[in-house]
């Protein structure tokens, strides 16, 4: 990706978390990046081309900064350890794994666009396998790791959703809160018994 349209597209991100997607002018994009129109039109076909390249962006980015934190752990460490790391990632700054402007934004223009309702559908598919994969060893069956999944992932979600969202050390501190709920190894799974709470 050449630098301007990574830069395009960043700050298409930035104005959505800022501003929603009313925000999302090219005009008033191109001024913040002091770049021309015709920049813009160098690197995307019209508003249209440049609404599907930011939303690609951000499921990409988003999903890629997820799978990275859990291989760079790796998926035998165990579902305490992966999640310990991950708990360790959702910090401020809007860089981590939590950044719940742009999920707001995000989930309200998903409302009334098809477009980002199925890019929203596919980030929270892929956001809950990848923890559903981290939870499997630690439980008896597929069904129990969607379900342990299901818990992080919604609390993130409410997070964002009330007003003002919850901030990352909150969240961060709530995670830690449930830590010690998650089975430490995956012999529980092995043997087929459920890990005491």
Do not use: C
């Not at 998650?182 to 018994?193: E, F, I, L």
């Amino acid at each position: 990706m050449s630098t301007a349209r990574e830069r395009w597209l960043n700050e298409g991100l930035k104005v959505l978390a800022e501003e929603g997607a009313a925000g999302i002018r090219i005009d008033r994009i191109a001024a913040r990046l002091n770049l021309s129109k015709g920049s813009f039109h160098h690197h995307f076909d019209g508003a249209e081309g440049y609404k599907k390249a930011l939303l690609a962006h951000f499921e990409h980015l988003s999903i890629e900064t997820l799978e990275n934190a859990i291989a760079d752990v790796g998926e035998s460490a165990g579902a305490r350890v992966i999640l310990a790391r991950l708990t360790k990632l959702v910090h401020p700054g809007g860089t981590g794994l939590y950044r719940p402007e742009l999920d707001i934004a995000l989930r309200a223009w998903a409302t009334w666009d098809a477009d980002v309702r199925a890019v929203q559908t596919r980030l929270d598919g892929a956001r809950l396998s990848a923890l559903q994969r981290v939870w499997r060893s630690a439980v008896a069956s597929d069904e129990e790791a969607r379900t342990a999944a299901l818990l992080p992932y919604l609390l993130a979600v409410g997070a964002t959703v009330v007003f003002p969202p919850v901030d990352a050390d909150q969240l961060r501190d709530l995670y830690e809160i449930l830590l010690p709920l998650v089975p430490d190894s995956s012999s529980q799974a092995r043997d087929g018994t459920t890990p005491p709470p």
